[in-house]
T-cell receptor
Framework: KAGVTQTPRYLIKTRGQQVTLSCSPISGHRSVSWYQQTPGQGLQFLFEYFSETQRNKGNFPGRFSGRQFSNSRSEMNVSTLELGDSALYLC????????FGPGTRLTVL | DAKTTQPTSMDCAEGRAANLPCNHSTISGNEYVYWYRQIHSQGPQYIIHGLKNNETNEMASLIITEDRKSSTLILPHATLRDTAVYYCIVQMKTSYDKVIFGPGTSLSVIP
């Protein structure tokens, strides 16, 4: 069974721009969660989608948003990028157990 | 703050068992202990989880104390590819918003 895939793997943006990251979950998984990982804050939960509905949300500003499509694929959007948004963005799918993708490395200049 | 505490770093000789401890003294009755590991710049990899019984799979064994306040992840025969940061977390199943990843234990397997 194929694992969680994320695109793109690397991204460079400038302050003020917006970005969209994509995640394809493991086939059959309906839950998709997003995390931000930085050296200073570690791995932090952003939000979770289940059957196209946001089920849980972490403590991030409204600039961070997401959605899930009927095929369970999910996208995450960050608007008005700030330098501090530079991070590894991880997507995970699963039920009782989460399986993580390889991440998207976002650099904001 | 994370609900778990782990040593910052550990070394283990290649071929020997690596025993990684985790304290979770405030764990509640319906929370599971999960272990993940992360090799540099990759996504975390699920290893094993358990509620109160010891668990074993092809990767590792998980020993949970009877009072559930601590656990130990055992890699029976560590290899160089086991060098990674190991995270111990506690969570109720599917309650991902409550999951807090601490800094984990950086395990170095020494040749």
């Amino acid at each position: 069974k194929a694992g969680v895939t994320q695109t793109p793997r690397y991204l460079i943006k400038t302050r003020g721009q917006q970005v969209t990251l994509s995640c394809s979950p493991i086939s059959g998984h309906r839950s998709v969660s997003w995390y931000q990982q930085t050296p200073g804050q570690g791995l932090q939960f952003l939000f979770e989608y289940f059957s196209e509905t946001q089920r849980n949300k972490g403590n991030f500003p409204g600039r961070f948003s997401g959605r899930q499509f009927s095929n369970s694929r999910s996208e995450m959007n960050v608007s008005t990028l700030e330098l501090g948004d530079s991070a590894l963005y991880l997507c995970a799918s699963g039920g009782d157990t989460q399986y993580f993708g390889p991440g998207t490395r976002l650099t904001v200049l | 703050d994370a609900k778990t505490t782990q040593p910052t770093s550990m070394d283990c000789a290649e071929g020997r068992a690596a025993n990684l401890p985790c304290n979770h003294s405030t764990i509640s009755g319906n929370e599971y202990v999960y272990w993940y590991r992360q090799i540099h710049s990759q996504g975390p990899q699920y290893i094993i989880h358990g509620l109160k019984n010891n668990e074993t799979n092809e990767m590792a064994s998980l020993i949970i104390t009877e009072d559930r306040k601590s656990s130990t992840l055992i890699l029976p025969h560590a290899t160089l590819r086991d060098t990674a940061v190991y995270y111990c977390i506690v969570q109720m199943k599917t309650s991902y918003d409550k999951v807090i990843f601490g800094p984990g234990t950086s395990l170095s397997v020494i040749p």
